[in-house]
């Protein structure tokens, strides 16, 4: 055991660096490797993209961990809580309030090395960035893969595909189908379903209704949580004043 990691992912991060900067491997064709291999990811579980890629902003990632360097950063980031879910969601400190300590001891890759993978990383990060579906369609979150049971994530223009097999390598859908099509599907089976069945169109209705009151239950909650916070602010503030 080193840093707290069993030793097969030790000897599997050791070697992430290699195959980037000797090969030219991307990181889902690493993860997909590994998961091959069947290496334990740092996690006990399957490989991912983003375990290796990370976010080089944040810092996060193996090939952005200077860990591995023999170098740990402190208050790099900040855990912020969403009132309305509350969720804790990181957001990134300055720079120059991140926290810098030697730590030889656990270095396990060389200066050389972490500079030819940063320079490569920086090459087609610059050339493309870093590029991510940001728009919600209909059955966003909603669908799984038929082979894996993954699942699906919009790619390649406007289409779903199974992200098990994309960040993973572990899947052999190959196949993905637009989503404009997809929703057409779906809403035409609903449709042809309950327009047949004054019954079911009934229970639909009373559903969409018990949703609608539900949502605005919790909106009528969030609000009463966000006005007890602004008082007792208030109130404190108050008190600092005098």
């Not at 990632?61 to 912020?80: A, C, H, P, T, W």
């Not at 069945?197 to 966000?226: D, P, Q, S, T, V």
Request: glycine share 10%.
């Amino acid at each position: 055991m080193r840093l707290g990691l069993p030793l097969d992912v030790i000897q599997a991060t050791n070697n992430l660096s290699d195959e980037r900067a000797e090969y030219g491997m991307t990181p889902r064709q690493i993860a997909a490797r590994l998961n091959r291999e069947a290496v334990s990811s740092p996690g006990c579980g399957q490989w991912n993209a983003s375990t290796i890629n990370g976010n080089r902003l944040r810092r996060i990632g193996i090939l952005n961990n200077e860990l591995y360097l023999g170098r740990i950063i402190y208050n790099r980031q900040k855990f912020l809580k969403d009132p309305e879910t509350g969720k804790r969601t990181a957001r990134p400190n300055p720079e120059d309030e991140w926290i810098t300590k030697e730590v030889p001891r656990l270095r396990i890759i060389e200066d050389a090395l972490w500079d030819r993978v940063q320079a490569l990383k920086q090459r087609y990060s610059s050339r493309w960035g870093n590029k991510r579906q940001s728009n919600k369609r209909l059955f966003s979150g909603l669908l799984k893969c038929g082979c894996c049971g993954g699942g699906m994530t919009i790619s390649r223009g406007d289409r779903y595909y199974c992200s098990a097999r994309r960040e993973k390598g572990t899947c052999n859908a190959d196949r993905g189908i637009g989503a404009a099509e997809l929703e057409q599907r779906v809403l035409n089976g609903l449709r042809d379903i309950l327009l047949g069945n004054e019954g079911l169109i009934n229970e639909f209705a009373a559903e969409f209704k018990r949703e609608l009151a539900r949502l605005r239950k919790e909106g009528h909650g969030a609000r009463r949580r966000l006005l007890k916070e602004q008082q007792d602010l208030e109130r404190g503030i108050k008190r600092c004043l005098d």
